[in-house]
């Protein structure tokens, strides 16, 4: 039904465009074509008189001398994308967000987007138009850009769910697992986002890298800026490592944006919540690795850089020390592993669910999970299933929970953490039920990161087990919310050299050996021995472990790259691991296009293909994030 909402709101803006009150004009001659609408941009330069700080002119109308240009007298609608003033916001985050060539870049690719749907609304509408003529035109156009325009700002919440390493190819595979595991052949299955009205695709690399890494592709997402691999909520002028560039670089954050303009926060992760995904959300460093003072090298920390885990916890200060005028509360939510950057090194400060010896890896005495307790009296922590479950999310204003020394467990390992943690899709409901208790709305980023580790260990079934978890957390996120005021969007931050192979027939089983079409055994390569549909270009290969469900057992085995004869082999166990052709110690990132998939208000615009840092300028229309962060400021 929530589908078809949507649907019915898309046909709803093509009705109203069709209609017009003015009168008619002179039909047009028989059989020629009807008048061409037009749009221009024009980029402003520093010191125009509509965007004083550089900014996007566009211009539409219709072509009404057929010469292929828009004249002067043929422009019936303007809008200017500016970028915003240095009254809004310290003049080291005015150069280098909005003045940014990729932050600029994403603005004109909004106005390309909300262009496309204008021109296939106004397709439709000239089809059922019996006045197809210059002057119905171009009040349609202007009708129609009005409708798009009162879309901006109409979303409450926006939720981003990040499947980390989701490439096409595990939305495709884990899309038939859930179908076949559910007695279905599999490849008519849908995952939950596959419904989703609105979809397009993301270009991933990094300014500095053909195949990118996370924490670039993150920032790029956060902040709609492009930048270098390995760095931080930075833009590429700094120096990967080097605490004396980043003074100058850092960005502004659709999450912090929406701190400033009274929004709820939260931030979940199936990673260490200061891994590099999650860390984008609202850290700016110059090393991703930098996750507690431990990883930092002496010259960085007395330079006074922080560590991500204490940036974290100082999120509060940090942003209002940072943007003029700005009164937040700090990050409402807050659940994932990685605990050990957190406490200090040092036994008495070892949860009861440990695994090491010494869980806490800070080398500075301090207990960063006590801090935030004493800095937020109406905080609750937690660290394990039983104190999750406790969690009454009614009366929680503010919620911390870490669940492992590292990352949390994968789904199908879930069963044999220590002290137990939640499912991401059980994370994700308490979220929801927390942060919907603010009138003003919330933004929450749901990462599910062990897809990602699944790959580079080369466990399919591990990736693509949580890809399903993820698409769960994903269904429940829909339920719990309204889409005609909630914004999600799905998506990944790269894609792995993860393939789907031979030529199975329909319903083969996705993990097992290649059977063809007509055939009911196992077909053989050149070499005479059986192949399995999924494989790895490269990684650490071939692995039988029975039973195991924990990926990260098989980095306790040789690499064994190249070909196996699986014969006798099960390949469809959760302890098998793939083939890979290259050998290397961990499986790769792949440089491809990830899909988006969006629905709510501000979904019509994702389409196409898209620089990724698009993905916060959808965000920032739907929920006109920069102007309500810029009334707040101004009201302070």
């Not at 501000?602 to 739907?622: I, K, P, R």
Request: proline share 2%; with cysteine.
């Amino acid at each position: 039904m929530k589908n078809l909402n949507l649907t019915l709101v898309a046909i709803a803006i093509m009705s109203l465009t069709a209609c017009s009150d003015g009168d008619d004009g002179q039909n047009g001659t028989d059989g020629s074509n009807g008048a061409t609408s037009l749009i221009t941009q024009t980029a402003l330069p520093l010191g125009d008189a509509n965007c004083p700080n550089t900014g996007v002119r566009i211009d539409s109308g219709v072509d009404t001398d057929a010469d292929g240009t828009l004249q002067a007298s043929e422009i019936s609608a303007t809008e200017y994308v500016c970028a915003p003033g240095k009254t809004s916001v310290s003049s080291n985050e005015l150069l280098t967000s909005v003045n940014n060539e990729w932050f600029l870049a994403g603005q004109q690719q909004i106005a390309k987007a909300r262009q496309t749907w204008l021109n296939a609304t106004a397709s439709e509408a000239g089809a059922n138009s019996q006045a197809n003529n210059a002057k119905t035109a171009s009040t349609l156009q202007v009708s129609q850009a009005a409708n798009l325009a009162s879309l901006k700002g109409t979303a409450k919440n926006m939720i981003l769910f990040v499947g980390d390493g989701m490439g096409i190819s595990t939305v495709t595979a884990a899309r038939i697992l859930e179908g076949q595991l559910k007695g279905k052949m599999g490849e008519e299955h849908n995952l939950s986002f596959d419904t989703f009205a609105f979809s397009g695709l993301a270009k991933t690399y990094n300014v500095d890298a053909q195949t990118p890494d996370s924490a670039g592709t993150m920032t790029a997402m956060m902040s709609g800026v492009k930048t270098d691999a390995g760095v931080i909520g930075v833009n590429e002028q700094v120096e990967r490592g080097d605490c004396s560039t980043v003074a100058g670089t850092e960005l502004v954050t659709a999450l912090e944006l929406a701190e400033i303009a009274g929004k709820s926060t939260g931030i979940i992760s199936t990673a260490r919540i200061t891994h590099a995904t999650p860390a984008a959300t609202y850290a700016k460093s110059a090393d991703r690795n930098w996750e507690d003072i431990s990883d930092m090298p002496a010259e960085a920390v007395t330079a006074g850089c922080k560590d991500i885990a204490d940036q974290l916890v100082n999120f509060e200060a940090n942003l209002e020390a940072r943007i003029t005028g700005a009164d937040v509360d700090g990050i409402d939510v807050v659940m994932g592993g990685g605990r050990r950057h957190f406490l200090p090194k040092d036994t008495a400060f070892n949860s009861p669910d440990a695994v090491s010896s010494t869980e806490g890896d800070r080398t500075d005495g301090r207990d960063l999970t006590a801090e935030w307790q004493a800095k937020y009296a109406d905080g609750v922590y937690v660290y394990d299933q039983a104190g999750f479950d406790a969690v009454d999310a009614n009366s929680t204003k503010r919620l911390m929970g870490l669940f492992n020394e590292s990352h949390m467990q994968y789904e199908a390992d879930r069963h044999n953490d220590i002290a137990g943690e939640p499912s991401v899709a059980q994370m994700t409901a308490k979220a929801i039920d927390i942060l919907d208790n603010n009138d003003e709305g919330f933004f929450l980023m749901v990462e599910s990161g062990r897809i990602d580790h699944g790959h580079h260990a080369g466990s399919a079934y591990n990736a693509l087990t949580d890809t399903i978890a993820f698409s769960d957390a994903i269904t429940k996120a829909v339920e719990m919310t309204d889409m005609s005021d909630t914004l999600i969007i799905v998506t990944a931050d790269h894609g792995h050299v993860f393939t789907i192979a031979g030529y199975p027939k329909r319903g083969n089983p996705i993990l097992g050996k290649v059977v063809g079409v007509g055939s009911e055994e196992p077909a053989t390569a050149s070499d005479g021995m059986p192949y399995t549909t999924l494989g790895y270009t490269n990684g650490r290969g071939f692995k039988n472990l029975g039973t195991e469900t924990d990926a990260d057992e098989g980095y306790g085995h040789d690499i064994a790259a190249g070909r196996h004869d699986l014969s006798d082999i099960d390949t469809q166990t959760a302890g098998y691991h793939q083939e890979a052709l290259v050998p290397m110690s961990s499986e790769t990132h792949a440089g491809e296009d990830v899909g988006i998939y969006a629905q709510g208000p501000g979904a019509l615009l994702v389409n196409g293909t898209n620089e990724q840092s698009v993905v916060y300028h959808v965000m920032d229309f739907a929920a006109d994030l920069t102007t309500q962060a810029n009334a707040a400021l101004a009201a302070n």
